[in-house]
């Protein structure tokens, strides 16, 4: 049996801030229910924001020389992502742009050079997002799930499920809530489930 491969995206700036400790749950149900958990931390790694200098226009692959190479395969050979990141001015934080943007380079492949048309949508992959933001806003996470949509459909990931929680501000205010913790336990061990053949 295949064990499907999930690659989960550190996006917070804090190595233990609540979106962190959500992913590192919903990565341990992933791994428990048998998946292999690939993580990718955000901001450990060298990655240039993106240059619009087209180089990609060749290939497709990104022609800056840095860490996004490596997670560049990595989002391609697997099967599931999970993404967290706290909300930034109703918005992903900084690090996680940089990888969305780089990701320009994909988006030139898929419909500049394979020539893809717009609006047609083969979804390989299923994606998860978690994130957290300090207020109660109604309109909190409406313009960071745009983003991540667009985000996934590049990698031909379909959103999957999302865990957005409000009122979450300073690190480790979600361990006062368990109950957030085991949701993304429990939505990691489904994920690792609906990806398996």
Not at 58 to 69: P, S
């Amino acid at each position: 049996m295949t064990v499907p491969r999930i690659v989960a995206i550190y996006g917070s700036p804090r190595r233990k801030g609540n979106t962190s400790t959500l992913l590192d749950r919903a990565a341990q149900g992933a791994s428990d229910a048998g998946a292999e958990v690939e993580k990718v931390i955000l901001r450990d790694l060298e990655m240039s924001p993106c240059l619009e200098i087209y180089g990609c226009k060749e290939t497709g692959r990104c022609v800056i020389k840095d860490d996004f190479e490596r997670i560049h395969d990595q989002l391609l050979a697997c099967d599931g992502l999970m993404l967290a990141s706290p909300i930034f001015f109703y918005s992903v934080s900084a690090t996680t742009k940089i990888l969305m943007d780089r990701c320009q380079s994909l988006w030139v492949k898929k419909h500049w050079i394979d020539k893809v048309p717009f609006g047609r949508r083969e979804l390989k992959r299923k994606g998860l997002f978690i994130s957290v933001g300090a207020t109660r806003g109604k309109r909190l996470f409406e313009g960071t799930l745009l983003t991540v949509r667009y985000f996934f459909d590049v990698l031909d990931a379909e959103l999957w499920r999302t865990l957005l929680y409000r009122e979450l501000d300073f690190e480790g205010d979600v361990m006062k809530h368990p109950e957030y913790l085991q949701e993304a336990y429990e939505t990691g061990q489904e994920l690792a489930l609906v990806l398996k053949p």
